[in-house]
């Protein structure tokens, strides 16, 4: 890889990316309120299941496809890519996440040379999903669909690492210890999702759901979702 597609990729795994996902813990706080993930070792493996359970199975695979779409402009995949992320988000709270995300990626990839302006156009109208608009900012790179998965999946990785040193609470020490047990697991997430076609990507994660719901509600609370 180039060490320009290299560095675009940095830079979209950034936590530094404007696009707000520092403000989201994606029901761990939920998790620990419910003294489901309370501990540190509890919150690891509550990440690790959520990486092969959810991400590999959903939003990887679609950032994968979009990708092919994006460089074959092929807008109407997008399109059905786009409106399946949407059907996924099972609560008010994860589909504003996601559309708040991409609009803030869409944003910035008008500031950039990321994305044409028929490309910004294309996704600009339809309500953007943050793994579409994701995927169109790491198209543009050249990378192999892996390593672009690898740069989403460790941006999410960190944030949620982060979520979880605010939420539980935890020093960095054991932030690290965390991240470094996502770490491991990636590569094996991301081999799964790229096997995946629209018969057998899926989005089933009834808990995450339900704490999801009861965060809207949830008496305290640090993040957005």
């Not at 020490?173 to 081999?191: C, K």
Request: hydrophobic share 45%; with cysteine.
């Amino acid at each position: 890889m180039l060490d320009s597609s290299l560095m675009q990729l940095m830079w979209l795994a950034s936590p530094a990316l404007p696009v707000g996902g520092f403000s989201y813990s994606e029901c761990l706080e939920s998790a620990v309120d419910t003294v489901r993930a309370a501990t540190e070792a509890d919150a690891s493996a509550w990440l690790v299941d959520q990486l092969h359970l959810s991400l590999s199975r959903s939003d990887l695979p679609a950032v994968a496809q979009a990708i092919t779409a994006w460089r074959a402009d092929d807008h109407a995949r997008i399109a059905t890519l786009n409106a399946w992320v949407l059907q996924t988000r099972e609560s008010s709270e994860l589909r504003a996440q996601s559309e708040q995300m991409g609009r803030s990626l869409l944003d910035w990839l008008r500031n950039h040379t990321t994305a044409t302006p028929a490309q910004i156009a294309v996704l600009a109208a339809q309500q953007p999903t943050y793994p579409i608009a994701f995927a169109l900012a790491a198209s543009s790179t050249g990378a192999p669909p892996r390593d672009c998965l690898l740069a989403y999946v460790f941006g999410w990785a960190e944030n949620m690492t982060q979520a979880a040193i605010k939420s539980v609470p935890l020093g960095q020490s054991a932030g690290q210890r965390i991240l470094s047990a996502l770490t491991a697991e990636i590569p094996a997430a991301i081999v799964h999702a790229l096997t995946l076609t629209d018969e057998t990507r899926q989005a089933f994660s009834p808990m995450l759901a339900i704490l999801s719901a009861q965060h809207e509600t949830q008496y305290s609370r640090l993040f957005r979702s």
